[in-house]
């Protein structure tokens, strides 16, 4: 019963902590190519 609580617990983190870093790869790509568009704008004037 507990190693099935702790085993359980362990999926749980694993899949937050897959959550959170996939959302912050996917923030800071979105970061990169919005700044990457900026610069692009302002060499084109």
Do not use: S
């Amino acid at each position: 019963m507990t190693e099935e609580i702790v085993y359980n617990g362990l999926i749980w983190i694993a899949l937050l902590l897959l959550v959170v870093v996939t959302g912050g790869v996917a923030y800071l790509t979105l970061i990169e190519w919005n700044e990457k568009r900026k610069r692009e704008r302002e060499k084109r004037r």
